[in-house]
């Protein structure tokens, strides 16, 4: 288990403020926020690489030595990998695996090069240098390296930045097996917290240098207490209902010809499997909902509880 206890940050002005979290063995956390929220700056803190203000960080219990008391950066069973992914380009690919755990013996070794060119689906490219790799073959590469030396924890930050849609799925899928195979923590940084509901088993926000309480992401998709937070993880409908702002889903309504809203249509796009339909509101106020088939008329909606969620009131 990985703890954070009361860590604190400060540069020109205060980045983190006593934030605390457990992550368990195991579990696939995803840490969201806006940009310069601090997300990084608590990621390079938990994997020893700076050190925090005050507070403490632990693994299995035990207290985990700043950086600057370290003869190396970085905490020992805490893996990083940044966006940059830091590999040695004109290395192959299992060159680059082998390099990360030299000190092994050479069987165990080889046997660890296979499994981990098996794991992420390099072994066609094993022979290929590092700096000839797609962006997401080198981020698949970083990955192996880093958890090639049976790390406890491994930190994400921003793997699905500059990724297209298949790829956001393959890594999805890779993040998934690595966790069920290695059984290790995982903790993804993300901007857009789209990225990371699909993979995550809990999820944080980071805001004002302060973190939420960790939510199931279906909690944390559906019940959220104000729009800034909700357009984090995706669109988010805001309407006046008897002098209430109401906030809800694009999902979270039923067509009702005698319904809460009356709506104007505008347009529908499709996005290959739904549509988003866009509308005013009387009030001029945007509405999307999403559905299998294009909403081409004026309507009246309800808006639903969700069973996980409900409409929030702001």
């Not at 003869?71 to 695996?97: C, R, S, W």
């Given at each position: 288990?990985?703890?954070?206890?009361?860590?604190?940050?400060?540069?020109?002005?205060?980045?983190?403020?006593?934030?605390?979290?457990?992550?368990?063995?195991?579990?696939?956390?995803?840490?969201?926020?806006?940009?310069?929220?601090?997300?990084?700056?608590?990621?390079?803190?938990?994997?020893?690489?700076?050190?925090?203000?005050?507070?403490?960080?632990?693994?299995?219990?035990?207290?985990?030595?700043?950086?600057?008391?370290?003869?190396?950066?970085?905490?020992?069973?805490?893996?990083?990998?940044?966006?940059?992914?830091?590999?040695?380009?004109?290395?192959?690919?299992?060159?680059?695996?082998?390099?990360?755990?030299?000190s092994w013996s050479?069987?165990?070794?080889?046997?660890?090069?296979?499994?981990?060119?098996?794991?992420?689906?390099?072994?066609?490219?094993?022979?290929?240098?590092?700096?000839?790799?797609?962006?997401?073959?080198?981020?698949?590469?970083?990955?192996?390296?880093?958890?090639?030396?049976?790390?406890?924890?491994?930190?994400?930050?921003?793997?699905?930045?500059?990724?297209?849609?298949?790829?956001?799925?393959?890594?999805?899928?890779?993040?998934?097996?690595?966790?069920?195979?290695?059984?290790?923590?995982?903790?993804?940084?993300?901007?857009?917290?789209?990225?990371?509901?699909?993979?995550?088993?809990?999820?944080?926000?980071?805001?004002?240098?302060?973190?939420?309480?960790?939510?199931?992401p279906i909690n944390?998709?559906?019940?959220?207490?104000?729009?800034?937070?909700?357009?984090?993880?995706?669109?988010?409908?805001?309407?006046?209902?008897?002098?209430?702002?109401?906030?809800?889903?694009?999902?979270?309504?039923?067509?009702?010809?005698?319904?809460?809203?009356?709506?104007?249509?505008?347009?529908?796009?499709?996005?290959?499997?739904?549509?988003?339909?866009?509308?005013?509101?009387?009030?001029?106020?945007?509405?999307?909902?999403?559905?299998?088939?294009?909403?081409?008329?004026?309507?009246?909606?309800?808006?639903?509880?969700?069973?996980?969620?409900?409409?929030?009131?702001?």
């Amino acid at each position: 288990m990985l703890q954070i206890k009361g860590v604190s940050l400060s540069f020109q002005r205060p980045v983190l403020d006593q934030v605390s979290l457990s992550i368990k063995k195991g579990e696939i956390l995803g840490l969201v926020g806006k940009s310069g929220a601090g997300k990084s700056s608590l990621l390079k803190i938990m994997a020893g690489l700076i050190d925090q203000d005050g507070g403490e960080v632990l693994l299995d219990g035990q207290l985990l030595p700043k950086s600057s008391f370290r003869l190396l950066p970085g905490a020992e069973g805490i893996e990083m990998v940044n966006q940059d992914f830091k590999l040695d380009q004109y290395h192959t690919v299992e060159e680059n695996i082998r390099e990360s755990i030299l000190s092994w013996s050479t069987e165990k070794r080889t046997r660890r090069v296979e499994q981990m060119l098996k794991l992420l689906e390099l072994k066609e490219l094993r022979h290929q240098k590092a700096h000839l790799l797609s962006g997401g073959e080198q981020q698949r590469l970083a990955i192996a390296r880093a958890i090639s030396k049976k790390s406890k924890v491994l930190l994400l930050d921003e793997p699905f930045a500059h990724l297209d849609t298949r790829l956001r799925i393959k890594l999805t899928n890779y993040l998934l097996r690595i966790r069920e195979q290695e059984q290790l923590s995982i903790v993804i940084v993300s901007h857009d917290g789209q990225d990371i509901l699909g993979v995550s088993d809990t999820v944080c926000i980071l805001k004002n240098g302060k973190l939420s309480a960790k939510k199931k992401p279906i909690n944390v998709y559906y019940n959220l207490s104000n729009k800034a937070d909700a357009l984090l993880f995706g669109p988010i409908n805001a309407v006046s209902i008897n002098e209430k702002r109401v906030l809800f889903r694009p999902d979270e309504f039923t067509i009702n010809k005698n319904g809460q809203i009356q709506l104007n249509y505008v347009a529908s796009v499709f996005l290959g499997l739904v549509y988003y339909n866009y509308f005013y509101s009387l009030k001029k106020e945007e509405v999307i909902l999403l559905s299998f088939e294009p909403l081409k008329n004026n309507i009246s909606i309800d808006i639903n509880k969700k069973k996980q969620g409900t409409a929030l009131v702001l």
